[in-house]
């Protein structure tokens, strides 16, 4: 059973940062592009970023380049998602999914998701 669970979300204010993590199980971790979606309140899912299985290559939507950074330990089938000068605007639900920026929504594989909230 596939299982992502991540963790690290919590209230932080405008320019601050926080690391997410997300803890993999139940597949060949390293051997699957990953991907950080979230979720804003009343919103539908965007992608965020996206990693290759060996860590190689990663991809960002505009809205995040230059602050948050992808990354992936395959030793410990380990997913990260660093955010720097983070903005009201990143409020959401952030989730890991199987998959890279263009199949990872077909995959419909994702954690139960961790809550960041940026505000004063």
């Known amino acids: 059973e596939v299982q992502l669970v991540e963790s690290g979300g919590g209230l932080v204010q405008p320019g601050g940062s926080l690391r997410l993590s997300c803890a993999a199980s139940?597949?060949?971790?390293?051997?699957?592009?990953m991907s950080w979606v979230r979720q804003a309140p009343g919103e539908g899912l965007e992608w965020v970023s996206s990693?290759?299985?060996?860590?190689?290559?990663?991809a960002y939507a505009d809205s995040v380049k230059g602050r948050f950074t992808m990354s992936r330990d395959n030793a410990k089938n380990t997913l990260y998602l660093e955010m720097n000068n983070l903005e009201p605007e990143d409020t959401a639900v952030y989730y890991c999914?199987?998959?890279?920026?263009?199949?990872?929504?077909?995959?419909?594989?994702w954690g139960q998701g961790t809550q960041v909230t940026v505000s004063s």
């Open positions: 139940g597949f060949i971790f390293s051997t699957l592009g």
């Open positions: 990693i290759t299985d060996d860590g190689g290559r990663t």
């Open positions: 999914a199987q998959g890279g920026s263009t199949t990872w929504r077909a995959r419909r594989s």
